[in-house]
Every structure is written in structure tokens, then in C-alpha cells.
């Protein structure tokens, strides 16, 4: 399984840009890179995933270099309520999922 | 509504008294799995399931035990709990397959205290 390297944490100021980074250099061909968040202790919830395009939802952003060996996840404009830890994780089809640790994102006023 | 439900949400136990955690999702989804959480840590995956009888084990299965016999059902089995089995425990399910049908969706998750 690839796995991931994200900044154990980050700090970004209300209303601005918070970039997540991550590292996931084994990725394979047709491995998606998905990000999820975790608010306290409940249940993680998903973000946005993406092969090798760069993605846009409502809630973020997600940038993949073409290498396909990195990716950021923005948020264009943090709240106070996106401070949380956010995952990054290379999903295979084959059900087995490694999270680490994910980055805490501190949000502050 | 579409959800992964766990139950029980908080469970306290002695130390060798078997217990089930049950884990059901209403999306029709293939895969479902196990995560147990630890204080400052991520999660671990324990078990997963790619189909009704298609169990495999993940990260840290020692101690555990899963089932599958009903596509909507997987719980989760502790036949002699142990002190560190305390953790918090999520449940989730996805289509799974190919072509990013992977998005994973997690339950409220269980609190397990081990005494």
C-alpha cells in the first residue's frame, strides 16, 4: 500500500487560505487520493479525492502534482469550524486503508 | 437518510467478558471495515470486508474477530477484552471497486472502556 506523509500540524488565520500538504510518493497508476477530516472525536468525514486532475468541491480544493507523487488540499477561505485533522490517504480497491496520523489544522482568529 | 449506525456509542466492561459491537449501513455498499482510535493517534484499520463472506484482516487484528453474513451487517466481536482494547471505535463502508468509488463513510463511532 502507498503510504503518506502529511505535517504533523499547521496553524492558518480565519478567512484565509489554509494548503495542506501531502506526500505519497509509491503511489500507484490507479490509486485515488482521497482526504478526509476528523472534527474532535467524531466519525471522519470526507473532503474530496482525485486521480490525477485537479478537483474543486464545495467544501475544498485538491491540487496533484503531475508526478502524481504529491498533493495540497486547500481551503479558500478557513472558519474557525475547519480546525480539525485532516487525513490524507491513497485508497486501493482492495478494502485495506492506512490513515496515519494525519495534520492538526488550528484555525485562529 | 444514508448512515452507518454503531451500537452501542459507549460501553464500559471487565476484562474477559465477551462483547459485540455492531456496525449496519443502509447505502447497499460492498466494502465495509473497522478502525479502532487511540489518544493522539490516527486510525488502524482492524478488519475489513469486501463482500458478505469476504473478510481480511487489516493493521492490528489481534484480539478480534469480525462476521459478515448480511451485506448491511458487520459487527465487530471481542471474545475476551482487555485492558488495551480500550479505544474508540468506527465502523465504515464504501462501494469500493475501481474508478474512485472508494469514499469511505464512517459511523459515530464506539467509546470501549476495558476494566
Known amino acids: 500500500d502507498a503510504k503518506t506523509t502529511q505535517p504533523t500540524s499547521m496553524d492558518c488565520a480565519e478567512g484565509r487560505a489554509a494548503n495542506l500538504p501531502c506526500n505519497h510518493s509509491t503511489i500507484s497508476g490507479n490509486e485515488y487520493v482521497y482526504w478526509y477530516r476528523q472534527i474532535h472525536s467524531q466519525g471522519p468525514q470526507y473532503i474530496i479525492h482525485g486521480l490525477k486532475n485537479n478537483e474543486t468541491n464545495e467544501m475544498a480544493s485538491l491540487i496533484i502534482t503531475e508526478d502524481r507523487k504529491s498533493s495540497t488540499l486547500i481551503l479558500p477561505h478557513a472558519t474557525l469550524r475547519d480546525t480539525a485533522v485532516y487525513y490524507c490517504?491513497?485508497?486501493?480497491?482492495?478494502?485495506?486503508?492506512?490513515f496515519g496520523d494525519g495534520t492538526t489544522l488550528t484555525v485562529k482568529p | 437518510e444514508a448512515q452507518v449506525t454503531q451500537n452501542p456509542r459507549y460501553l464500559i466492561t471487565v476484562t474477559g467478558k465477551k462483547l459485540t459491537v455492531t456496525c449496519s449501513q443502509n447505502?447497499?455498499?460492498?466494502?465495509m471495515s473497522w478502525y479502532r482510535q487511540d489518544p493522539g493517534l490516527g486510525l488502524r484499520q482492524i478488519y475489513y470486508s469486501m463482500n458478505v463472506e469476504v473478510t481480511d484482516k487489516g493493521d492490528v487484528p489481534e484480539g478480534y474477530k469480525v462476521s459478515r453474513k448480511e451485506k448491511r451487517n458487520f459487527p465487530l466481536i471481542l471474545e475476551s477484552p482487555s485492558p488495551n482494547q480500550t479505544s474508540l471505535y468506527f465502523c465504515?463502508?464504501?462501494?469500493?471497486?475501481?474508478?474512485?468509488?472508494?469514499?469511505?463513510?464512517f459511523g459515530p463511532g464506539t467509546r470501549l472502556l476495558v476494566l
Open positions: 447505502m447497499n455498499h460492498e466494502y
Open positions: 490517504i491513497v485508497s486501493t480497491n482492495a478494502g485495506k486503508s492506512t
Open positions: 465504515a463502508s464504501s462501494y469500493g471497486g475501481r474508478g474512485g468509488r472508494e469514499t469511505q463513510y
